[in-house]
């Protein structure tokens, strides 16, 4: 009986380089198929590249090939084949590899009256638990640091006060040697009074 071989899963994946994928096929047969895996680049089962079987009943193979650590070398087709003496079956996985993206802190301006100002981050490429440190400056030729604080970088979002209204501000996040800076302005105060019976702002 020529095997049937068939894929478990995903039969094409996209993976970040330096991360883990793994291929699953299963071969059914009898007597049961060996099967063998290969691509174009001719693999070698090694340290990063293992492939493991485990045998189901009289005829069935599930056979797992794991790339661990991908590189961009491992970027390719991979082939799991069935065989037995009546003859071969093969399937073909398609394995992308995306390079790392640079790591970057990105601060953004969400919103100010004007006494304070709410202000978020993204970051990518760092460790979860390193801290941000968010400093204020009056905006202008010295631009004179007036505040400074750290925060959680899981916590996405700061609301600094006791702000001066009408004022320009440059907010800075750093982060592990990642720098990002917004300009934000107060808004003015607006104070009614009564004149006359009506209400005026001042």
Known sequence: MKPVVTVIGNSSVSVHEGNTTTFICR??????????????????????IQSNEVNIGNDTVLSTLTISSTEQADEGSYKCTGATDNGTSTVTFHLHIESI????????????????????WEVFGVPNNA??????????????TVGETIVMQSS???????????????????????????????????????????????
């Not at 071969?27 to 990063?48: D, F, K, L, M, Y």
């Not at 801290?131 to 004179?144: D, K, R, V």
């Open 131 to 144: 801290n941000i440190t968010i400093t204020w400056s009056l905006a202008g030729l010295h631009n004179e």
């Open 101 to 120: 993206p640079e790591p970057y802190l990105q601060l953004y301006f969400i919103d100010s009256n004007s006494t304070c100002a709410t202000v978020m």
């Open 27 to 48: 071969a059914i047969a009898i007597p049961r198929p060996s099967v063998v895996w290969t691509n174009e680049n001719n693999i070698h089962i090694g340290n990063r």
């Open 156 to 202: 996405s979002f700061l609301t600094i006060f006791n702000l001066l209204p009408n004022t320009s501000y440059v907010i800075t996040a750093g982060l592990l040697g990642l720098t990002d800076s917004i300009t934000i302005n107060t808004s003015i105060i607006y104070t009614s009074i009564i004149t006359g019976g009506k209400f005026s702002d001042i």
